[in-house]
Nanobody
Framework: QVQLVESGGGLVQAGGSLTLSCAASGPTFSSYAMGWFRQAPGKEREFVVAIPWSGGSTLYADSVKGRFTISRDNANNAVYLQMNSLKPEDTAVYYC???????????WGQGTQVTVSS
């Protein structure tokens, strides 16, 4: 079982940067692939980025490629999302998730709001 808590959201101007953090609790955090998802008002939740347990071979949505960077610190049970060159269309609630079984995002945080003003 993994519990996830996001932080670091806020209001930023277009072109600015934010770093989101996801603190995980549970003895097996380092064995999970981790991901970030987002949900904008009136839209479905969408995949943003994922990172395997080893920290290599990250996968990004085309919409954030080159602007967002995911990283993880297994020693401290944390995952980060560095977001640069933010755009108004990046405005959403951002969720941290853990892949409990292959292809299944079983564990979710409560989300953190990111608002990008134009």
């Amino acid at each position: 079982q993994v519990q996830l808590v996001e932080s670091g959201g806020g209001l930023v101007q277009a072109g600015g940067s934010l770093t989101l953090s996801c603190a995980a609790s549970g003895p097996t955090f380092s064995s999970y692939a981790m991901g970030w998802f987002r949900q904008a008002p009136g839209k479905e939740r969408e995949f943003v980025v994922a990172i395997p347990w080893s920290g290599g071979s990250t996968l990004y949505a085309d919409s954030v490629k080159g602007r967002f960077t995911i990283s993880r610190d297994n020693a401290n049970n944390a995952v980060y999302l560095q977001m640069n060159s933010l755009k108004p269309e990046d405005t959403a609630v951002y969720y941290c998730a853990a892949e409990g079984s292959p292809g299944e995002w079983d564990y979710w945080g409560q989300g953190t709001q990111v608002t990008v003003s134009s």
